[in-house]
């Protein structure tokens, strides 16, 4: 199993800025890519970001050039920093670890931390 513990999140204005971090545990062999996704009241969980074990990146198009997902493997810890944040950014963002183990699929989801862009 993996244990991912999202935190950062909270009420900010629109424009304002958020860092979202998660620490990540447990078994992380097979491990190779952090994402984190967001979920609006009534719509489906989308992909945000996703890093890779080497560091190579993915955005959707709402976040290209706002948000950035970085990860230090050290403190095993993935962060998203959220810049120009708009109120459609407000979601409950949620930690993904996924890889392959013994040649099936795994992922693991946190618990999630609320972002609220309002003024």
């Known amino acids: 199993q993996v244990q991912l513990v999202e935190s950062g999140g909270g009420l900010v204005q629109p424009g304002g800025s958020l860092r979202l971090s998660c620490a990540y545990s447990?078994?992380?062999?097979?491990?190779?890519?952090m994402d984190w996704y967001r979920q609006a009241p009534g719509k489906q969980r989308e992909l945000v970001a996703a890093?890779?074990?080497?560091?190579?990146?993915n955005y959707t198009d709402s976040v290209k050039g706002r948000f950035t997902i970085s990860r230090d493997n050290a403190k095993n810890t993935v962060y998203l920093q959220m810049n120009s944040l708009k109120p459609e950014d407000s979601a409950v963002y949620y930690c993904h670890a996924r890889g392959i183990r013994s040649s099936r699929y795994v992922g693991y989801w946190g618990q999630g931390t609320q972002v609220t862009v309002s003024s």
């Open positions: 447990g078994r992380l062999n097979g491990i190779d890519v």
């Open positions: 890093i890779t074990s080497g560091g190579s990146t």
